[in-house]
Each structure stands twice: as structure tokens, then as C-alpha cells.
């Protein structure tokens, strides 16, 4: 697959969950129930606890893998039992043909995440984030951060909200996501400030 049709997958991901990103120059840039937790040991109805760094990133792999298989399988209502918000595109019964295919750009792009690459893992009550270390993805592209946002039911489960790729190295002024605590949430609302960006309006 090349940059150029990456570009076009990452672009459409935004139906299901919100990419920040745009394209330049042909290459990459960032801008700013039950069964799926039976293997950790979580029953039905039961609230997930917010425990260590493993439970946390396996709990949010397992959704993130079960949301990938929804969307090969086209499997929309599936897609929505796991995912904070769908767009509206994906939300619109008339809309269902566009939708499949911005499902399959997700799937495209997103089935080939390992779970090794997510090495960094920052959560809470209410939300978590994965992300990988800067890497090289493709021979030919920038070094590549891959972020994975999920928001908590009220049971604790997560849920995809976004997923989002930062370029080049990180910096004070490439900063790809805030995850300090003293600056990750400026209002003090209890949302960290990069997940709240990705709520609709």
C-alpha cells in the first residue's frame, strides 16, 4: 500500500473516529458484552476495575480487535456497541454504502497494528489512551506515532473514541498527545484535553 492511499484511508477513519491529520505534498502529516472480557476474568454487568498498565492496555486491545473484526465483517450495530460516538454518516441508515466504505479504510489501515508496538499506556476512570513509540512504519515515510483513544462506559469498558498519527520526532513543538498529568486536562474537567477534542460538537 503506499503513502498516497494511506493518506486516503487515515482521512476517512473520521466516520467512525476522529483522525487529526492532513495530507501535503502526497506525503503524511499530523495536525493538531460480556464475551469480550470473559478472558480477564470481568463478568457481565460488572464494573471493569481500573487496575494496572497490562489489565488496562489487554482490555483496550480486546475492544480494539473486536471493533476491527466488526468492521470486516460490516457488522454496523456491532461497530456501534463499541465505539463512544459513530458519525453521522455511520449513524444514517441511507448513508450505508458510504459507510461500508469508510469501514473498510479503517479496517485497511488499522488491522495491521500489533499489540507490542503500543508500549505507552495513560488512563483513568474515564478514558484511556495507547500509543506506540515513534517508529518507522514504511521504508520511504517519517517516523510515525500511532495513538489509540478509548472513553469508559459507565461500567468501565472501554470504547473507541479516535485514533490519530503524529510524524517526525517528538518535541516541545511536536507534541503528539499530553499525557502529564499537571497539563492534560486545562479546565480540570476531568476529560483530558486530547480526548475532549474528539467529542462532537
Known amino acids: 500500500m503506499n503513502k498516497r492511499n494511506i493518506a486516503v484511508i487515515v482521512a476517512l477513519v473520521v466516520v467512525l473516529v476522529v483522525v487529526l491529520m492532513t495530507v501535503s505534498g502526497g506525503k503524511l502529516s499530523s495536525s493538531k458484552q460480556d464475551g469480550l472480557f470473559s478472558g480477564l476474568g470481568v463478568s457481565g454487568g460488572a464494573t471493569i476495575p481500573n487496575l ?16 476491527l473484526k466488526f468492521a470486516k465483517a460490516h457488522d454496523i450495530e456491532g461497530l456501534k456497541s463499541l465505539t463512544y460516538q459513530l458519525s453521522d454518516t455511520c449513524a444514517n441508515p441511507d448513508k450505508r454504502a458510504e459507510c461500508l466504505v469508510l469501514v473498510d479504510s479503517v479496517y485497511s489501515i488499522a ?19 495507547l500509543t506506540t513509540d515513534y517508529m518507522r512504519l514504511y521504508d520511504d515515510a517519517d517516523d510515525t506515532k500511532v495513538v489509540l483513544y ?8 472501554p470504547k473507541v473514541l479516535g485514533i490519530r498519527f503524529c510524524y517526525g520526532k517528538e518535541s ?5 498527545v499530553i499525557t502529564d498529568p499537571a497539563r492534560r ?6 476529560w483530558w484535553d486530547d480526548i475532549e477534542a474528539l467529542f462532537k460538537k
Open 111 to 129: 488491522s495491521d497494528f500489533k499489540l507490542e508496538d503500543f508500549k505507552n499506556v495513560f488512563y483513568d476512570d474515564k478514558q484511556i489512551i
Open 52 to 67: 494496572t498498565d497490562s489489565f488496562n492496555t489487554t482490555a483496550a486491545w480486546g475492544v480494539f480487535q473486536e471493533y
Open 172 to 176: 516541545a513543538q511536536n507534541e503528539c
Open 150 to 157: 478509548f472513553v469508559r462506559s459507565t461500567e468501565g469498558e
Open 185 to 190: 486536562d486545562a479546565d480540570k474537567d476531568g
